[in-house]
């Protein structure tokens, strides 16, 4: 019984940390994304000249803060659906101690 709630704790916390990673990194970009707009914007207003420059700069920004929130969704729903690696230390763990 005791390997029983080892194992259903193992799985909440996992679950709980992907809902983290996915939450967390969905959050984090929104707010990138809002921050990098908005000076954008301040940026055009300010010197409408360097639109272009200011532009380019942007989107390789973007495409930043966009890659680190994509890889934290991906880690979240690779530990909720493909594998568990804590789990196979459960098992281990169990397979030595019989």
Do not use: C
């Amino acid at each position: 019984m005791e390997f029983a709630q080892h194992i259903a704790s193992v799985q909440g916390l996992s679950v709980i940390a992907a809902a983290l990673l996915i939450g967390m990194g969905g959050l984090g970009a929104a707010i990138g994304f809002g921050l990098l707009g908005g000076k954008f914007l301040e940026g055009i207003a300010r010197q409408p000249e360097l639109g272009p420059m200011l532009m380019i700069r942007m989107f390789v920004m973007a495409g930043l803060i966009d890659a680190l929130a994509i890889i934290s969704v991906a880690m979240g729903l690779y530990l909720m659906f493909v594998g568990n690696p804590f789990l196979g230390e459960i098992f281990k763990a169990v397979g030595s101690a019989t």
